[in-house]
């Protein structure tokens, strides 16, 4: 190795070890704020719920039938559809929409496609129960209802979770405080907070044959119905720093 390499190799450790002296101490500092754990840190949850009247039905109707031809068999469903809609029409509170359409095939012993079976739906949605209950019972002649639905609109879900927010909120800050005078604390201050809702919890579908509504119910007569209620529940979560 000569002078002049030796030299050279020399002054560059020179110069590299004020740098290496002076990224330690900041090493140091990261290193203890990343081992460093608050005192005081308390984490909370607390939940509202509330049982929420449904104020939606939705009613399926539905016919069928069964046909040799089924080109023939489509346009008998769907004049049947379209008379359920035309009656529907114009009828306030009441809204009426095509449901689901099936046209499959009834096979014999040997395989061989013997007939066609077809069902054609119609579903009614609506606040006013008595509105809805009296239409598709004067629509017991052109069809017959499948399944009674109750829901939580989404208007009425919005006011009962800002309402439960509140709640849930006041009850969060209540375990906060007395938390803190439990804990030998004067008081505390909010480091995180978050607030969730949990939707609603539906009542099951409630079903209703055709056999048993031809039974039970004469033409013309209302359909009946009540509603039940569903579960809307909102949760605040978090941590609080007490002090």
Request: hydrophobic share 40%; glycine share 6%; charged share 15%.
């Given at each position: 190795?000569?002078?002049?390499?030796?030299?050279?190799?020399?002054?560059?450790?020179?110069?590299?070890?004020?740098?290496?002296?002076?990224?330690?101490?900041?090493?140091?500092?990261?290193?203890?704020?990343?081992?460093?754990?608050?005192?005081?840190?308390?984490?909370?949850?607390?939940?509202?719920?509330?049982?929420?009247?449904?104020d939606?039905?939705?009613?399926?109707?539905?016919?069928?039938?069964?046909?040799?031809?089924?080109?023939?068999l489509?346009?008998?469903?769907?004049?049947?559809?379209?008379?359920?809609?035309?009656?529907?029409?114009g009828?306030?509170?009441?809204?009426?929409?095509?449901?689901?359409?099936?046209?499959?095939?009834?096979?014999?012993?040997?395989?061989?496609?013997?007939?066609?079976?077809?069902?054609?739906?119609?579903v009614?949605e609506?606040?006013?129960?008595?509105?809805?209950?009296?239409?598709?019972?004067?629509?017991?002649?052109?069809m017959?209802?499948?399944?009674?639905?109750?829901?939580l609109?989404?208007?009425?879900?919005?006011?009962?979770?800002?309402?439960?927010?509140?709640?849930?909120?006041?009850?969060?800050?209540?375990?906060?405080?007395?938390?803190?005078?439990?804990?030998?604390?004067?008081?505390?201050?909010?480091?995180?907070?978050?607030?969730?809702?949990?939707?609603?919890?539906?009542?099951?579908?409630?079903?209703?044959?055709?056999?048993?509504?031809?039974?039970?119910?004469?033409?013309?007569?209302?359909?009946?119905?009540?509603?039940?209620?569903?579960?809307?529940?909102?949760?605040?979560?978090?941590?609080?720093?007490?002090?």
């Amino acid at each position: 190795m000569t002078k002049n390499t030796t030299r050279a190799l020399a002054l560059a450790l020179i110069c590299a070890a004020p740098a290496a002296l002076a990224l330690t101490p900041a090493m140091a500092r990261a290193q203890s704020v990343t081992q460093y754990q608050p005192a005081g840190v308390l984490s909370l949850n607390a939940q509202a719920s509330a049982e929420v009247p449904q104020d939606v039905v939705n009613i399926t109707l539905f016919y069928e039938q069964e046909a040799s031809d089924p080109s023939a068999l489509t346009s008998t469903l769907n004049q049947r559809a379209d008379a359920a809609l035309q009656k529907a029409k114009g009828l306030n509170g009441v809204t009426a929409r095509t449901g689901s359409f099936s046209i499959y095939p009834s096979t014999d012993r040997d395989g061989r496609i013997s007939a066609w079976r077809g069902r054609t739906e119609v579903v009614l949605e609506s606040h006013d129960f008595a509105a809805a209950s009296k239409l598709a019972g004067q629509m017991a002649s052109i069809m017959q209802v499948g399944n009674v639905q109750f829901s939580l609109s989404p208007e009425a879900q919005r006011a009962a979770e800002q309402k439960l927010t509140g709640e849930a909120i006041k009850s969060f800050r209540e375990q906060a405080a007395s938390s803190a005078q439990a804990f030998g604390y004067n008081g505390y201050s909010i480091r995180e907070v978050n607030v969730g809702h949990n939707g609603v919890m539906p009542r099951p579908m409630m079903m209703m044959s055709a056999r048993a509504m031809s039974a039970d119910a004469k033409a013309s007569a209302p359909v009946p119905l009540e509603g039940g209620t569903s579960t809307v529940t909102v949760n605040v979560s978090g941590s609080v720093q007490m002090k």
